[in-house]
């Protein structure tokens, strides 16, 4: 059973940087993709980002692209998300995300999911 623990989350200013982490367990995800997506109080979840685990492809929303970064390392089962120039808007609850490449990388429901972590931008 695939297991997802996020962690990084935290309150930071406008502008700022954050790496957001993901640690996976309970498979080998060498056909896997894993991603980000986030949830701000009252709206839908929304993809982030993606990347295809065997080849390190990412793929972003155009509301991160340029600012956010996702990367992953074998060798730790990690995956991150590295997020710059911040803004309030950013705010919301990050969930890590873990399904086979072979489906629908930007379902917001499917696969597996992590607990989430808070990221809260200030003005």
């Known amino acids: 059973q695939v297991q997802l623990v996020e962690s990084g989350g935290r309150l930071v200013q406008a502008g700022g940087s954050l790496r957001l982490s993901c640690a996976a367990s309970?498979?080998?995800?060498?056909?896997?993709?894993m991603g980000w997506f986030r949830q701000a109080p009252g709206k839908e979840r929304e993809f982030v980002a993606v990347?295809?685990?065997?080849?390190?492809?990412?793929y972003y929303a155009d509301s991160v692209k340029g600012r956010f970064t996702i990367s992953r390392d074998n060798a730790k089962n990690t995956v991150y998300l590295q997020m710059t120039s911040l803004k309030p808007e950013d705010t919301a609850v990050y969930y890590c995300?873990?399904?086979?490449?072979?489906?629908?990388?930007?379902?917001?429901?499917?696969?597996?999911w992590g607990q989430g972590t808070q990221v809260t931008v200030s003005s």
């Open positions: 995300n873990a399904r086979p490449a072979a489906s629908n990388w930007f379902s917001k429901t499917f696969g597996s």
């Open positions: 309970g498979r080998t995800f060498s056909d896997y993709v």
């Open positions: 990347i295809k685990w065997s080849s390190g492809n990412p």
